[in-house]
């Protein structure tokens, strides 16, 4: 059996080479391995991405490159996906949450990573996907009783669509009946304060400890 080193090197290298296949397998590899999903995406596929974009964004590799690097983090991320949900079992119903990437954001794999922690953190996770116009975000909540909307956001121009969301929230005068939490990486503890959010989780692991810290707020 491969070590946990081995398994994560394995992942690194998937996304490295940009393939999909191998992504899947040394996913496979590390939920059979019984390795925490939540961290193998972390150390096996994050680091890896990450290196792929600083690349991208100094045009050491072009658009096509990036995406296919995307995809095969995706492939690997939907094997784990599954086992952390998995991993929660049938818990008793938490709270319920709406979540999606903004508006003009097509990014959806750390805001997929978060919804799959809440929910098997025991939430009731609604996903409504990417590039989510703001009344939308509204709509969902109401219909779905929620308590708590999840705003992800990857561009530092689409970032601006979380304050639209805050805002239209406010006008309508349900400032107050929604807990909010913003996450992505352009996204900061100030920018959350800045348009008002209820509050900032930089990762999936804090956004379950944020809400478990703030239940008192909006488990009403
Ligand atoms: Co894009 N991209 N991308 N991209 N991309 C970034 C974000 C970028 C930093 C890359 C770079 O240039 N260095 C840059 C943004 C620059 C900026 O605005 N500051 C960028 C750009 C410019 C673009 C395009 C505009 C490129 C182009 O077309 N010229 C374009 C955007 C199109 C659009 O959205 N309208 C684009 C497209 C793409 C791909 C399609 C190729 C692909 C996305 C595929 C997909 O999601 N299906 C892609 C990718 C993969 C990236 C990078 C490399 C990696 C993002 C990722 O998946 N990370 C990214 C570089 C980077 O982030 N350093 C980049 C892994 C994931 C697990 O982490 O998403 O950060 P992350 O999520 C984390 C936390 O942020 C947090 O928890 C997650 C789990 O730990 N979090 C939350 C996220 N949401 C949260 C919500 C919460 C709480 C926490 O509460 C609700």
Request: proline share 3%; glycine share 8%.
């Amino acid at each position: 059996m491969a070590t946990a080193e081995q398994i994560y090197a394995n992942m690194q290298a998937a996304i490295q080479n940009y393939d999909a296949d191998a992504a899947v397998s040394a996913a496979q590899e590390a939920v059979a391995a019984g390795l925490d999903p939540t961290l193998a995406i972390e150390k096996g596929f994050a680091g890896p991405i990450r290196e792929v974009g600083e690349a991208f964004h100094r045009m050491d590799i072009f658009l096509p490159q990036l995406v296919m690097a995307a995809d095969a983090m995706k492939a690997g991320v939907a094997v784990l996906e599954a086992a952390i949900k998995a991993s929660g079992g049938k818990l008793i119903k938490k709270g319920v949450i709406i979540i999606g990437t903004v508006e003009g954001d097509i990014h959806d794999i750390g805001k997929t990573v978060v919804a799959a922690m809440l929910q098997a953190n025991g939430y009731e996770v609604h996903d409504l996907g990417v590039e989510v116009p703001a009344p939308r975000f509204i709509q969902a909540a109401e219909e779905a009783h929620a308590q708590v909307i999840g705003l992800s956001a990857l561009l530092s121009t689409t970032m601006l669509f979380q304050r639209d969301v805050l805002e239209l929230l406010r006008n309508k005068g349900l400032g107050k009946k929604y807990f909010t939490i913003v996450g992505g990486a352009p996204v900061t503890q100030a920018w959350a304060d800045q348009i008002g959010a209820s509050a900032y989780a930089r990762d999936a692991i804090e956004a379950v400890r944020v809400l478990e810290e703030h239940r008192k707020e909006w488990a009403k």
